[in-house]
């Protein structure tokens, strides 16, 4: 009877934590909807936001639940008590508001709830991303606000968990008692099972994070999950794309890929990389000395549109534009939202799945047959790596040796000053490369620059940028959060461009005849406001420059992404029936479709890979639009979207052994 009393007085208390917990969330919920409002489409009712603030409610409940489960087994199951309980509240409360603290930067940035980038943060340079943190995103204030919550929540809690509990009755028949306790044990399932399914008693009708997004309001639908179930989402979708449990990955249709990639029926081989063969059709240029694949860091494209010219921050690379040896493509697509995306999408030639390529053990086994080094190779070239930042930084140095560069360089091998956590200056980076190409055979430079990148923290104004005019010129937009923050990351963005292009026009004049190409390893970070277009998140340029080269020497705006630049050099430079292998085809013979984890590009369209948002493209004229077919070019872009990420996962996962999967009759 003892124990009973004491199980009827901790269930009690269990619910009040657990009461107590859901209001938390849905306080902190409410107060960051409010925070944040700007990020909200104009449309948005407030019923809109009711219907968040009750999805999120019952999706709550589930993480409130996982918390008091501790409660219930260790402090009223186990007997230990009060102690135990309000530790579980203190815990529970304390990473909450941590979390509630770092959700605003990170909403900030990625337009989204706690997603993928945090899975990557995990096997980045941790050191680096504390540093960040700490100089960028206010990381020692935050959590000083976060520990003043904690605070706030322990005296309300302690004293609510110390209100008198209801006694246990007193029974007169031992039926009476045992009947008690089967009601108070089928109570507690039921509960549970409510608690689990979101707000209900079957999986159907319950709220999880995959159905949760219920209004019309992007930002609403993000704020709808709480910290805790946007974090599960995240190790959720990691695990299905690691096992290949992404849209697009079809491995029972393998056989069907790797013909189709083949363009004929006729080959039976068992060895996928002789599906890929490509022969270049002749080159277009003379065999250029030097080739420059530039990636610049958060290199996003919409400061290249026409209606942010009076920024004037990408005046270098439009500048190169406009001369008659460029070619530019703004139907451009970068392979992921991360640096290490990018450069693994580069390296390989394969698109990304969400398997973390630097790390694959078959990546330092063997040299995929889609890698960008034995191609060039066989053309003559040497093949290099140069990067602002620390060779280790995410095993990057590794995986380009592995696959075959014969260099690598990081700014403490051409010892460059180090300007923040993440590495040198991008004019450090350039000097060294130029100096270094003096009686350099041919090669091949892959170059990743680190300066437009938080911490922010060049002295902009000894550089020659004045934020203030970029801050009164964003001002003048809609949908800006703040402006005096932007302009300083605007003028990062000036700086790398400032520094790419004097790079370009120097190693033009002393060796005639290289060959660039400018590209950006992401968008995703600095948006023109809260609410940016898909093109404006997403899109990166894609941008061709040296001797040869002129306006028509691809298709107007050819589409595609990282993994069609290796194959469109080699198609530019190549004797005519040269072999090489791509899943990518070059620009020259684009798919139609460009394509990273969330977004797809077409001729005229950006839209969602996982759903039905579709957008025009701000580069369409007028009088394109009634040709224009939105849902053909979406049907295509799903196409080529399940055969390259097929064909990419098999290669990864599998290698190039065909002979263990039934042939399709």
Not at 116 to 142: A, T
Not at 150 to 171: D, H, V
Not at 434 to 455: F, Y
Request: glycine residues 8%.
């Amino acid at each position: 009877m003892n124990y009973l009393k004491r199980f009827f007085d901790g269930v009690q208390r269990d619910l009040r934590l657990f009461i107590f917990l859901v209001l938390l969330l849905e306080t902190y919920r409410a107060l960051f909807i409010s925070m944040m409002s700007n990020y909200m489409a104009p449309a948005t009712t407030s019923a809109d936001v009711l219907q968040a603030m009750w999805t999120g409610l019952r999706l709550s409940l589930k993480t409130a639940g996982a918390f008091t489960l501790l409660s219930l087994i260790f402090a009223t199951i186990a007997g230990f008590g009060f102690k135990v309980r309000l530790a579980v509240g203190v815990f529970a409360s304390f990473v909450l508001s941590i979390l509630f603290q770092a959700r605003f930067p990170y909403y900030r940035e990625f337009q989204s709830t706690f997603g993928l980038e945090v899975i990557h943060g995990i096997h980045d340079d941790l050191g680096s991303v504390l540093m960040m943190f700490f100089e960028s995103y206010g990381l020692i204030w935050r959590l000083i606000v976060a520990v003043i919550l904690t605070i706030i929540c322990i005296a309300i809690l302690s004293r609510i968990l110390l209100i008198k509990t209801i006694p246990l009755p007193t029974f007169t028949k031992k039926a009476h008692e045992i009947g008690f306790i089967a009601a108070m044990i089928v109570s507690l399932g039921l509960m549970g099972l409510f608690v689990r399914f979101g707000g209900s008693f079957t999986y159907a009708s319950g709220v999880n994070w995959e159905n949760s997004g219920v209004t019309s309001d992007s930002f609403l639908n993000e704020c709808i999950l709480d910290d805790v179930q946007a974090l599960y989402r995240a190790r959720a979708m990691d695990k299905r794309m690691a096992a290949g449990d992404i849209t697009g990955v079809e491995k029972d249709k393998i056989w069907e890929y790797a013909k189709a990639i083949a363009g004929h029926d006729e080959l039976e081989s068992n060895d996928l990389s002789e599906y890929l063969v490509r022969h270049a059709g002749g080159n277009s240029i003379e065999q250029p000395r030097h080739i420059f694949i530039i990636l610049g860091e958060t290199w996003m494209q919409w400061p290249m549109l026409g209606k942010f010219d009076d920024l004037h921050v990408a005046d270098g690379i439009k500048s190169l534009i406009a001369e008659d040896n460029c070619y530019y493509s703004r139907n451009f697509l970068p392979n992921g939202d991360f640096t290490s995306t990018a450069i693994t999408g580069l390296v390989t030639g394969l698109s990304d799945v969400n398997i973390r390529v630097n790390y694959q053990p078959r990546t330092f086994d063997e040299i995929y047959p889609t890698s960008m080094a034995e191609p060039f190779k066989r053309l003559g070239y040497a093949v290099d790596f140069w990067y602002g930042g620390v060779p280790s930084w995410d095993n990057i140095n590794q995986l380009a040796l592995a696959q075959g560069f014969d260099h690598f360089y990081g700014y403490p091998d051409f010892h460059g000053v180090k300007q923040n956590t993440w590495g040198t200056t991008d004019k450090n980076l350039f000097n060294a490369l130029e100096d270094h190409l003096a009686g350099e055979p041919p090669t091949v430079h892959l170059i990743m620059t680190t300066s437009n990148h938080p911490p922010y923290n060049l002295n902009l104004t000894a550089e020659g940028f004045d934020t203030t005019k970029v801050r009164e010129e964003m001002s003048k937009f809609p949908n800006v959060d703040n402006a005096q923050e932007l302009a300083v990351e605007l003028g990062h963005y000036w700086y790398m461009d400032l520094a790419t292009t004097t790079f370009v026009r120097n190693v033009s004049a002393k060796y005639p005849g290289s060959l660039f190409v400018i590209t950006g390893d992401h968008a995703v970070r600095t948006d023109p406001g809260t609410r940016p277009t898909l093109f404006e998140h997403q899109s990166v340029p894609f941008v061709l420059y040296g001797t040869g080269i002129d306006k028509k020497i691809l298709p107007a705006d050819a589409v595609g992404g990282h993994t069609s630049i290796v194959p469109t050099l080699i198609e530019l430079i190549a004797p005519k029936g040269f072999e090489y292998r791509s899943i990518a085809p070059p620009l020259s013979k684009s798919n139609g479709a460009g394509f990273n984890r969330d977004v797809y590009i077409s001729a005229s369209t950006i839209g969602k890979v996982d759903s039905d948002t579709v957008e025009l493209l701000p580069t369409l004229a007028s009088k394109e639009l009634p040709q224009i077919n939105m849902t053909e070019e979406r049907e295509n872009a799903k196409r080529v979207v399940s055969m390259m990420r097929t064909l990419s996962w098999w290669l990864l996962n599998n290698g190039t052994r065909l002979d263990a999967v039934p042939r399709a009759e």
